[in-house]
């Protein structure tokens, strides 16, 4: 089974700086890709990055960015120069490549940006 | 592109009656679409998987006679919460799947049962 953990609650991080938050995943599979969301307080689900398992580079989509070590299953997501509108909850997920297509979400981490 | 329309935003209604919420991926045609309740302050949870013209597959611990899918085309699920109860009210979200691995997830329906 796979399986995916947050352990930050709650992250609170001044305009402009800079921001890691963790995620840790379990899973026996070989081929599978990690995603992160971005949560808004008005529910909608916001696609931010994504990484499979295979890719030799961490994955990179503007001021986000995806901190991958495969060998310690770990795909934290930085945010470069936080700015208010940043200011969401934030899920890390799991996909398998070769399975039924699901996606494991992490508890979540609600960020706070403050000016 | 990839959009996915969900309706109703949200919904109030009576225990004991019928609620029907629809999922619409406006722009593509979806292999699979995908649907989740997320209670609040917590994280999403797959209630189940449904693929055009087959039964749907649901998740350990979900009631199929209680919430009730029917994907009728590669562009249209929905999701029938039966006999509603005060427990069932939740943030309910679909996504779509068009083939690849992302999902495209619906704006969200807050039913909210008095």
């Known amino acids: 089974a796979q399986k995916i953990t947050q352990t930050q609650p709650g992250m609170f991080v001044q305009e402009k700086e800079a921001v890691t938050l963790d995620c840790t995943y379990d899973?026996?599979?070989?081929?599978?890709?990690l995603f992160w969301y971005k949560q808004p307080s008005s529910g909608e689900m916001i696609f931010l990055i994504y990484q499979g398992s295979y890719d030799e580079q961490n994955a990179t989509e503007g001021r986000y960015s995806l901190n991958f070590q495969k060998a310690r299953k770990s795909a934290n997501l930085v945010i470069s120069a936080s700015q208010l509108g940043d200011s969401a909850m934030y899920f890390c997920?799991?996909?398998?490549?070769?399975?039924?297509?699901?996606?494991?979400f992490g508890q979540g981490t609600r960020l706070t940006i403050n000016p | 592109g990839a959009v996915v329309s969900q309706h109703p935003s949200w919904v109030i209604c009576k225990s004991g009656t019928s609620v029907k919420i629809e999922c619409r991926s406006l722009?593509?045609?979806?292999?699979?679409m995908f649907w989740y309740r997320q209670f609040p302050k917590q994280s999403l949870m797959l209630m189940a998987t449904s693929n055009e013209g087959s039964k749907a597959t649901y998740e350990q611990g979900v009631e199929k006679d209680k919430f009730l899918i029917n994907h009728a085309s590669l562009t249209l699920s929905t999701l029938t919460v039966t006999s509603a109860h005060p427990e069932d009210s939740s943030f309910y979200i679909c996504s779509a799947n068009r083939g690849g691995h992302e999902q495209f997830f619906g704006p969200g329906t807050r039913l909210t049962v008095l």
């Open positions: 899973t026996s599979d070989q081929s599978y890709g």
């Open positions: 722009d593509f045609q979806a292999t699979t």
């Open positions: 997920a799991m996909i398998s490549i070769q399975g039924a297509q699901k996606l494991v």
